[in-house]
């Protein structure tokens, strides 16, 4: 058969080059016109990206010192692709300590790639088929799908803990959930490959209960599923709530060498553009794998030194987390506090970034239509970016997430835009 010669790109490019993150997309617009009070105050504020600016007066002294940013000559040669030794090292003990592993983490068992998206991309393709299916609680982080999907050909198949005609006071995941999707797929002859779970949660905020999640692991074994947890935000929980319990405390883990723990430094420790994510994993076979594949999405060498620089110091890093979650509990009660003055109903979260805030009351709950239309009312009218819940695959409408983790003069400008926003739309609202 003659080749086609009209053809500028392959066939599996195809499907990726016109495909759009509304994640992206929606940031892309905030950065080129971003607010800043004196130098562009009607720029756009900012409160849909997953990032943690709380603690940046802590964080850029200890970064930018010079036992920090460093240059060691041998690093601009060439190294193991999956982390070098020193980054592994002091991830593990890093994970060790304040994840309270059941016993220290083998940095042998690590496997660092350019953040946890890069993760989660290699996994999908390490795990599952192109056009096999990976469960995974809903609402979630919306480029989850795009992670799975737009290289692999993995399909994302959801566990609605909030279903359309939800009539829970307090929805949360369970494994009768889990089951139910399962059951789903499988009945749509899907082959399901692995369970996907972020905890703690992103958008809820919940933290999964020992129970749950052992719960959880028992059913993927028993039907020879593989289970990867992404803690990044692992260390982001409020004071005084429910205790995050790792995958890794386990010491009777049902199926250790088909459980697969994500960690990395973006949230947690505020450095997103650092760009350093770990797969921690038993599975000899997957080890292998992502030797060879860290090549493609290796993290640059003087970068691992310096991020294994900076969380070496675990007297440092007990310090920063206590005052991170310190402020991170005060500012997620003060935006809680300031939106139910509006008149609308927030989850109690238990950790992460994010307000999951009811908006049913203003936009409507009949359709996702009406929540569309109140977000492009915000972007344009406010110029306040916030993720509506369909983006995150929330089978309700009237969702959305709000990041109260950024700079605290733009957290404190859109919950004025917002306010404003909400009392005008009331009026304007068919």
């Not at 905030?30 to 607010?35: I, P, T, V």
């Not at 799908?145 to 929805?171: A, C, L």
């Not at 883990?253 to 038993?282: E, W």
């Amino acid at each position: 058969m003659e080749k086609d010669k009209t053809r500028d790109i392959s066939k599996r490019a195809e499907t990726v080059r016109n495909w759009e993150d509304f994640l992206n997309k929606f940031m892309n617009i905030c950065n080129h016109d971003e607010y800043d009070e004196e130098k562009n105050p009607e720029g756009y504020i900012n409160l849909g990206t997953a990032v943690n600016n709380m603690c940046l007066d802590i964080i850029l002294p200890k970064l930018t010192s010079s036992d920090v940013w460093t240059c060691n000559p041998a690093y601009l040669q060439y190294r193991e692709g999956y982390g070098i030794m020193r980054l592994r090292k002091a991830l593990a003990a890093v994970m060790t300590e304040f994840l309270a592993t059941h016993e220290p983490v083998d940095p042998n068992n690590l496997f660092c790639f350019t953040g946890v998206t890069s993760c989660i991309d290699t996994l999908a393709h390490c795990l599952a088929d192109r056009g096999e299916v990976i469960l995974t609680p809903t609402p979630i982080y919306g480029r989850i799908r795009t992670d799975f999907m737009q290289r692999s050909g993995v399909k994302m198949w959801p566990i609605p803990i909030i279903t359309h005609d939800n009539t829970e006071d307090f929805p949360i995941l369970t494994v009768e959930k889990v089951k139910k999707a399962y059951d789903s797929a499988v009945s749509q002859n899907q082959v399901v490959r692995a369970l996907f779970l972020i905890n703690p949660n992103n958008p809820l905020g919940d933290i999964c209960s020992p129970e749950l999640l052992m719960d959880i692991f028992n059913f993927c074994q028993e039907h020879g599923l593989h289970v990867i947890v992404d803690e990044v935000y692992a260390l982001s929980i409020f004071e005084g709530g429910q205790q995050f319990h790792s995958t890794l405390k386990f010491s009777n883990l049902p199926d250790k060498t088909r459980t697969h723990v994500l960690y990395g430094i973006s949230k947690d420790f505020g450095i997103a553009g650092l760009r350093v994510g770990a797969v921690h994993t038993q599975c000899k076979a997957l080890q292998n794998c992502l030797k060879q594949l860290s090549f493609f999405q290796n993290i640059p060498f003087p970068l691992m030194d310096i991020a294994a620089r900076f969380i070496e110091d675990l007297d440092w890093c007990k310090s920063y987390i206590k005052e991170n979650q310190k402020r991170l509990t005060e500012k997620f009660q003060s935006c809680v506090k300031r939106i139910k003055q509006m008149g609308l109903n927030v989850r109690q979260s238990e950790g992460g970034f994010f307000l999951w805030v009811d908006f049913r009351k203003v936009c409507g709950s009949e359709s996702f239509d009406q929540e569309k239309l109140f977000f492009h009312y915000l972007m344009e009218k406010a110029k306040l970016y916030f993720v509506p819940g369909a983006e995150l695959f929330c089978e309700q409408p009237g969702w959305f997430r709000l990041t109260f983790t950024n700079c605290p003069d733009h957290v404190n400008e859109g919950l004025n835009r917002l306010e404003e926003a909400v009392r005008n739309y009331k009026r304007i609202a068919p």
